[in-house]
């Protein structure tokens, strides 16, 4: 059995490529979910595929820049990038100022893991694929921790808005889910991944599939590619409010300004979710509020217990006086809440309200600055920064240099020493060669 895990070597240099990104794929000690990794990557590229992505550098490049990487003629390396542009393996950005045309290789998640169950209309083999992401996921907590083993990661819970109170001082902005809506011009739905392979895998649940809402340039992607649809802010008005009703989390893109995305989970199928659940890591970050009931006006009744996705909520025995049978009365652990206002949507009494948490979770500015962090959090900056054949000097490498400047200091000591540790490398390479 050891051999079924193997990597060929296209697909070896791949992972080598993504492992480099911000989410690569490591290798799980569960022999099944080894496996499941090679499956994976077989069904999704081809060998040629593979040879082409594993040479894409990780900040985004021009056709010409990857053609020279690949050794490729530049029209027939179009060819390719386009066909694995449309399967969601690359991502075409146009440059806001000059138009011209990036590539972009997409990282594991929020990537073309999502994009293969996205659409139903092409050849892939679904339940095997679903299968296989499950094993992988969680034949043991190696790709878990990949993911969410870090302080940066890629969602964080927004608030339900109707959970808080109107008097509430002081909810920015970019805390709000219907500010992300009204901030966006572009929207599409698509189909939840997480429901889709739970249906592969006959356990879906009654949670709507068409939920996944992408925002601006992401919904511009989503709806080109047929990944979704394009809809109308509308319509993304009226999702939001059915998932709220249903008592779903919103967890967006870990960003303050300008999110692609806005999921809408269950803790049934929600990989992210699950992660909290299964494997105890905090998969989200969570919004700036925390659940508090009030015991005044609770009746025990468990509902909202019963609706936290996380389990944050514990019921313990009380007395009421003058009352012959005692009553149930909820604890909220505070460090497990992700601060999604579910609970104080389901209590009818109005019982469980939402309230500052005492420190507010740090949310990156923008995709650049998380970028940054994850990398850095995971050892990779200088694979961002000394992305060979990029191009130095890009409006990207300067953008990613202010971020840095904006860190606090020890993040920017942490940054310097994985620099430093590369530059002192280079030295010592040029010095053998020379
Ligand atoms: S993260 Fe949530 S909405 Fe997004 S694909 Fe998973 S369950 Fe669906
Ligand atoms: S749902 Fe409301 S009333 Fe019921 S136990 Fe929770 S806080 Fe109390
Ligand atoms: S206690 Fe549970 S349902 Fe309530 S806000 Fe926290 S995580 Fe959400």
Not at 203 to 209: F, I, K, L, N, V
Request: charged residues 30%.
């Amino acid at each position: 059995m050891g051999h079924l895990g193997r990597l060929k070597g296209e697909y070896r240099d791949l992972v080598e490529r993504l492992d480099a990104g911000q989410v690569g794929l490591p290798e799980p000690r569960d022999e099944r979910a080894r496996e499941a990794r090679r499956e994976i990557l077989e069904i999704l590229f081809s060998p040629e595929d593979a040879a082409i992505a594993s040479r894409l550098p990780v900040r985004p490049a021009r056709l010409e820049t990857i053609a020279e990487r690949t050794g490729l003629p530049p029209r027939e390396l179009e060819t390719h990038l386009e066909d694995l542009a449309a399967r969601g393996i690359v991502f075409d950005i146009e440059h806001p100022g000059s138009g011209a045309k990036y590539y972009l290789l997409a990282p594991p998640v929020v990537g073309f893991f999502e994009f293969s169950l996205m659409r139903t209309t092409d050849e892939l083999p679904r339940k095997r694929l679903a299968e296989a992401f499950e094993a992988y996921f969680h034949g043991d907590e190696t790709f878990a921790r990949e993911l969410f083993g870090a302080e940066t990661v890629i969602g964080r819970t927004l608030v339900h808005e109707t959970a808080l109170d109107d008097e509430m001082p002081e909810v920015l902005d970019w805390e709000r889910v219907s500010r992300a809506v009204e901030e966006s011009e572009h929207f599409a739905v698509g189909l939840c991944f997480c429901r889709h392979k739970a249906e592969h895998l006959d356990r879906r649940c009654e949670a709507p599939m068409e939920i996944c809402l992408s925002l601006n340039g992401g919904a511009r992607f989503i709806a080109e590619r047929g990944f979704g649809r394009a809809i109308e802010r509308r319509e993304a008005v009226d999702l939001l409010t059915r998932a709220r009703e249903q008592g779903l989390v919103h967890i967006s893109d870990n960003v303050r300004r300008e999110p692609s995305w806005i999921c809408n989970c269950c803790a049934c199928c929600c990989e992210q979710i699950q992660a909290i659940n299964e494997f105890d890591l905090p998969a989200v970050t969570p919004s700036g509020f925390v659940a508090r009931p009030e015991m005044e006006s609770c009746k025990g009744c468990s509902r909202c217990a019963r609706a936290c996705p996380v389990g944050a909520i514990t019921m313990h025995p009380r007395r009421v006086e003058a009352r012959v049978k005692g009553s149930l009365s909820p604890e909220v652990k505070g460090e497990r809440c992700i601060g999604c206002g579910v609970c104080a949507v389901a209590c009818r009494q109005h019982a469980m309200r939402m309230e500052r948490r005492a420190e507010r979770p740090y949310v990156p500015e923008n995709t650049m600055e998380r970028s940054l962090r994850m990398a850095l959090e995971r050892g990779r900056l200088a694979h961002l920064i000394f992305d060979q054949g990029a191009g130095r000097g890009s409006r990207f490498l300067n953008r990613m240099v202010q971020a840095l400047c904006r860190m606090p200091v020890a993040d920017r000591v942490l940054a310097s020493e994985q620099l430093r540790s590369r530059f002192i490398r280079r030295a010592l390479d040029s010095m053998g060669s020379a």
